[in-house]
């Protein structure tokens, strides 16, 4: 039986079918469904894929995995879960992930209230009854008080704006549709466009069983190895029984991982001191070289020369032929000013006879063609052409789906200048609607952030059932004022002046080529806190009735 508030608030939404949609079955949409059961709410979650996981049931090509550490990235909310999961690595792969997914789900029971195969098209707010009406695919329709939308930052993948990418007759795939019947490359000349880091972990991955392995790079990345390892059952009993410990050292940290920054003065630091500091930060796990290193690599451009130097001379140390080191060097960007992809051996693969490196910036794609790839200099023929070619990242997702607000606007239309939130949860004119991973949230290690804001917005809705709230919307200035702060707090970052899907910027879409600030980018203790005090102000930042 449910609480008088649940029976009155469900009073108050009887001629919707939900009280509470959710667009997405990732780890977000997951966890929003467990808290709207624990609150006893109608609740569906509609995804457009045909089983749970989100990013890891799509993103299943060769050699993905994560680049956090397994036992940061999984859910810290329920102890149950932390006691029965063990994972068999540092760094699990795509596969132990979306197993991972299926256990919690069974574990929560959430599949009673998921709809696969269910891709939502359009998102409309009624202003007659205050609600959401959704549709799909298919044409079909759903209404709902509440509307939470799950649907990832890295979800509408886009192809490369190559010529005749759809001439070619030969096996061709995206990284982010990968098909889920096995890929062989054996014996096979094999082309992959890309090198973020998808085509990284793929490459190394792929070269182990391809005949021939031709990468086609337009912008190297600086890339550090990643340094997996497996966990045996004593090293995951000792790791579960620090899981407190590793929880706090996230929540405390700026990005939510488990590292935390040198807080030394790079240019402060003899170059002995910093060789030696650097040399043995090489050879730690994960993103610790990038986040545990010193601070201001990020925020001053003299610091940041020297680390990428120091990462260039490791390339030009692991890969031989000279010409394809200092092609796979990057020159017009500094080390972590995009987003650092992870390797294990990526380097090496390039020592290999049977893989060479073009470098497209030099000897630019004129086309596809219906046998494999035609550059200025050469034509290729391709038993498979993989495209890791990445996503219109972001505000991708949210412009993949037709959503209107309040008399009809539309949401594209409103982030035209590049997105406008209040706390990355709201949007202006899109009253009842709260986005997981919206835009101008913390990102950073994501299932911790994922965590914070699922949180925030579940005991918001608990908020509107116990006071039989039916419209809740953020004010204009409550926008103005937070867009403004997220703006504020990217001021300095050596990564608001490149080109990467962090800033917004997707080559292949003539709408997206310039710079935004698209996450929230101050300490995410500072996030949270501000968040915090919109909720212990019982919402009064908010427009409620
Ligand atoms: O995508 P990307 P990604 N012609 O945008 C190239 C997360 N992730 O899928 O840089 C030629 O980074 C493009 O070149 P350029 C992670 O957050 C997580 O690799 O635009 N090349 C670039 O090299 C990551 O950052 C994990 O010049 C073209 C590449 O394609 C995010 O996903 C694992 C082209 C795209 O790189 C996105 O990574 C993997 C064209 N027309 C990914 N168009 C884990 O930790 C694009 N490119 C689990």
């Known amino acids: 039986m449910g609480s008088i508030e649940e029976s009155s608030f469900s009073e108050l939404n009887k001629d919707l079918d939900y009280d509470v949609l959710i667009i997405g079955a990732g780890l977000s949409g997951m966890y929003s469904l467990h808290r709207m059961h624990q609150l006893g709410l109608r609740t569906k979650i509609l995804e457009a894929g045909g089983d749970v996981g989100g990013t890891w049931y799509w993103n299943r090509y060769p050699g993905a995995r994560f680049d956090s550490e397994s036992y940061s990235y999984n859910f810290s909310f329920s102890q149950e879960i932390l006691d029965e999961w063990n994972w068999s690595e540092h760094f699990a792969s795509q596969p132990e992930t979306l197993r991972y997914c299926e256990f ?12 696969f195969d269910t891709r939502i098209t359009a998102a409309y707010f009624q202003d007659e009854t205050n609600a959401w009406l959704l549709k799909d695919e298919q044409g079909r329709q759903y209404t709902s008080r509440f509307l ?3 649907i990832g930052i890295l979800n509408n993948y886009t192809m490369p704006n190559i010529p005749g990418v759809h001439d070619y007759k030969g096996e061709a795939y995206h990284t982010a549709r990968w098909p889920s019947v096995p890929v062989s490359f054996e014996n096979k000349r094999v082309a992959i466009i890309g090198t973020g880091a998808t085509g990284i972990q793929a490459t190394q991955e792929i070269v182990k069983t391809a005949g021939h392995l031709t990468v086609f790079q337009r912008t ?20 579960r029984s620090q899981y407190p410990e590793i929880f ?23 170059p002995e001191e910093r060789q030696t500091f650097w040399d043995d930060l090489y050879e730690k796990r994960g993103f610790e070289k990038w986040l545990g290193n010193f601070g201001n690599i990020n925020t001053n451009k003299e610091a940041n020369d020297l680390f990428s130097d120091f990462v260039a001379n490791k390339i030009r140390q692991r890969v031989k032929d000279p010409w394809t080191a200092e092609t796979l060097i990057p020159k017009c960007h500094g080390f972590g000013t995009k987003r650092v992809p992870l390797e294990s051996g990526y380097f090496e693969a390039y ?26 200099d050469e034509d290729f023929e391709f038993d498979i052409i993989i495209y890791a070619t990445g996503f219109d990242a972001v505000t991708g997702s949210f412009t993949a789906i037709d959503f209107q607000g309040v008399g009809g606007i539309k949401l594209k239309d409103r982030w035209v200048e590049g997105p406008r939130t209040f706390l990355g949860l709201f949007v202006e004119g899109f009253p009842n609607m709260t986005m997981v991973m919206g835009p101008h949230q913390m990102f950073g290690n994501i299932p911790r952030s994922v965590e914070y804001a699922v949180s925030w917005v579940s005991r918001f809705i608990e908020y509107c059932r116990d006071h039989h709230i039916t419209f809740a919307e953020t004010t204009h200035q ?11 707090c990217a001021v300095g970052l050596l990564a608001n002046d490149v080109d990467s899907w962090m800033t917004g910027v997707n080559k292949n879409l003539a709408h997206k080529q310039k710079r935004i600030i698209a996450r929230y980018q101050g300490p995410a203790p500072g996030y949270r806190k501000l968040a915090e005090d919109v909720a212990t102000r019982n ?3 908010l427009i409620m009735k």
């Not at 497209?360 to 790839?373: A, F, H, Q, Y």
Request: proline share 6%; aromatic share 6%.
């Open 104 to 115: 919690v789900c069974k574990k929560l029971d959430l599949r009673r209230d998921m709809q």
């Open 148 to 150: 939470v939308t799950c």
């Open 220 to 239: 190297p990345n600086w890339s550090l190895p990643l340094r997996n390892a497996p966990i045996s059952p004593e090293e995951m009993d000792e790791i």
């Open 248 to 270: 706090r050292k996230c929540a405390e940290s700026y990005s939510c991982f488990m590292h935390v920054s040198d807080t030394r003065n790079t240019l402060e630091v003899s």
């Open 351 to 376: 020592n290999q006879p049977n893989v060479r490196l073009i470098d497209v910036k030099s000897n630019p794609i004129e086309c596809i063609s219906k046998k494999g790839i035609r550059t200025r």
């Open 478 to 488: 409550g926008v103005l004022d937070w867009t403004e702060h997220v703006h504020n």
């Open 539 to 541: 919402y009064e930042d």
